[in-house]
């Protein structure tokens, strides 16, 4: 059977069990266009909370103690759509159909007078009701409504949300103060650490997970950005949006996607990490979107093997390298002093960078070395470089 690569699928609320159809050997699409994953801008060292004592430190025998202490901060997420028009029930996801869910899903719709696109996972970061998930779980949404441990459903509104990284933040307003969690360093994380995963799977309610790191820096091929966090716990569509712990109950991953042949976990599960998450999601909350960086190039590695960095095979017209005098041929070698060694790491580069600002590109052209000042653009919508 061939590999299929798939986003965790949005799932429908309580006990529907619902798995979005996707195309063998493509991303599958919950509710809105795939998103990559993006490099996130300079990370403050305020974002984390300081390294602390595991909770679990004997092998571990229990994970008990660490849902005890993080569970009630994971939310459930369901997302709807108004109905226009439409006979309700009449659209069943292919995975409901014929299993015992089918009726529940049908007198949902019914009752609530929506189509119910799915449901999925969320953490609180703030006890306010501030909630970290992916941009595929709500961005299609027209209502969002967040489930917490003990039963309690609030309605939540879009704060912001990024496509590139597919972080979303989305703010309940709660009568009390919410149980939250903390950022913990994915940087100091290593690669067969225990990690705990959290969330909604197939819509059955909040569940955990254990497992390791399998991988760090993983390029699952979906964009130049891609720096997963690997990892075996299972985690099954529906545990989109949801967090992995350390085992200081410190959230240190997103999780965002599985490898699956069947739609369920086979152990090999990607989240995005702590460093690039939260300034993503301090800036969101702040201002609502994210602004990255744009060179207006396209690049290829492996030219000259002789010349270090990566070569220029074409300009966008009217682009920030075409202003600043960057020539197709020329070979970009480092950018403000730190060495390129491939697209990529280039593309990286700019990303991180604000729009506006200014960087020094150093250049190989034809056997000269020059520094170029360069004003750095704000990124396209849906660019490649």
């Not at 529906?238 to 042949?261: D, E, K, R, Y």
């Not at 994210?290 to 207006?296: A, K, P, Q, S, V």
Request: with cysteine; glycine share 12%.
């Amino acid at each position: 059977m061939a590999r299929r690569l798939s986003r965790l699928s949005v799932i429908a609320p309580l006990a529907l069990a619902c798995v979005l159809p996707s195309r063998r050997g493509a991303w599958a699409q919950d509710a809105a266009p795939v998103a990559t994953v993006s490099p996130a801008p300079a990370t403050p060292p305020s974002l984390f909370a300081p390294p602390a004592p595991p909770v679990v430190s004997s092998g571990p025998l229990t994970f008990a103690p660490l849902v005890r202490m993080v569970g009630a901060a994971v939310v459930n997420i369901a997302v709807t759509q108004d109905v226009h028009g439409q006979r309700n029930g009449q659209r069943v996801l292919p995975s409901v159909r014929g299993t015992p869910f089918e009726h529940k899903f049908r007198e949902r719709m019914r009752s609530h007078g929506e189509e119910m696109l799915g449901a999925g996972s969320g953490f609180v970061i703030d006890p306010d009701g501030i909630i970290v998930t992916n941009t595929h779980v709500v961005g299609d949404a027209d209502h969002i409504t967040v489930s917490l441990v003990d039963g309690t459903e609030l309605p939540a509104h879009l704060i912001g949300s990024d496509d590139l990284t597919d972080i979303a933040v989305i703010k309940v307003q709660p009568s009390h103060p919410l149980p939250f969690v903390r950022w913990g360093d994915s940087r100091l994380v290593n690669i067969g650490d225990w990690i705990m995963a959290a969330g909604n799977p197939f819509g059955l309610g909040s569940s955990v997970t254990a497992g390791i790191v399998s991988a760090r820096g993983r390029d699952i091929g979906t964009s130049p950005f891609d720096d997963f966090l690997q990892l075996d716990a299972p985690i099954n569509p529906g545990n989109s949006g949801g967090p992995s712990f350390n085992l200081s109950g410190q959230v240190v991953a997103l999780n965002t996607a599985i490898v699956s042949p069947t739609g369920g976990s086979v152990g090999i599960g990607f989240g995005i990490p702590s460093e690039i998450v939260a300034p993503i999601v301090d800036e969101l909350r702040r201002n609502g979107h994210i602004d990255r960086g744009w060179l207006g190039v396209t690049l290829t590695d492996g030219g000259d093997t002789h010349v270090p960095g990566v070569e220029i095979v074409g300009i966008d017209r009217g682009g920030p390298a075409m202003k600043a005098g960057l020539h197709i041929g020329d070979y970009i070698t480092a950018v403000n002093g730190e060495p390129i060694d491939s697209s990529r790491m280039l593309i990286r580069s700019i990303a991180a960078k604000r729009p506006a600002s200014t960087v020094m590109l150093h250049i190989r052209r034809h056997r000269e070395a020059l520094s170029i000042p360069a004003i750095v653009g704000f990124r396209p919508d849906d660019t490649g470089d």
